[in-house]
Nanobody, 124 residues
Framework: QVQAVESGGGSVQAGGSLRLSCEAS????????MGWFRQAPGKEREIVAA????????YYADSVKGRFTMSRDNAKNAVYLQMNSLKPEDTAVYSC?????????????????WGQGTQVTVSS
């Protein structure tokens, strides 16, 4: 089982940067694919990025490609999302999640464990 806690959200102006962190508990953290998701008001939750268990493979949604970078440190049981060149449309609650898979997982319902989320607000 994995429990995840996000941090690092906040309010920034367009063009700014934020770094989200997700610290997870559980001895088997390194076996899980991790994902970052976001949900804006009135919209469905969408995947932003995902990283395989060993960090060798990553996925980015087209809307964030080239601006966001996801990484993980298995020794610290943590994943990160570096967000640069933020836009107002990036405003959402961002959550990290763990999927019991070694390969990249994109479907939301394949993720088993979720954090509570952290708010990111980008003003124009």
């Amino acid at each position: 089982q994995v429990q995840a806690v996000e941090s690092g959200g906040g309010s920034v102006q367009a063009g700014g940067s934020l770094r989200l962190s997700c610290e997870a508990s559980g001895r088997t953290f390194s076996r899980y694919t991790m994902g970052w998701f976001r949900q804006a008001p009135g919209k469905e939750r969408e995947i932003v990025a995902a990283i395989s268990w060993n960090g060798d493979n990553t996925y980015y949604a087209d809307s964030v490609k080239g601006r966001f970078t996801m990484s993980r440190d298995n020794a610290k049981n943590a994943v990160y999302l570096q967000m640069n060149s933020l836009k107002p449309e990036d405003t959402a609650v961002y959550s990290c999640a763990a999927a019991n898979s070694q390969g990249i997982v994109l479907r939301t319902d394949y993720y088993d464990y979720w954090g509570q989320g952290t708010q990111v607000t980008v003003s124009s």
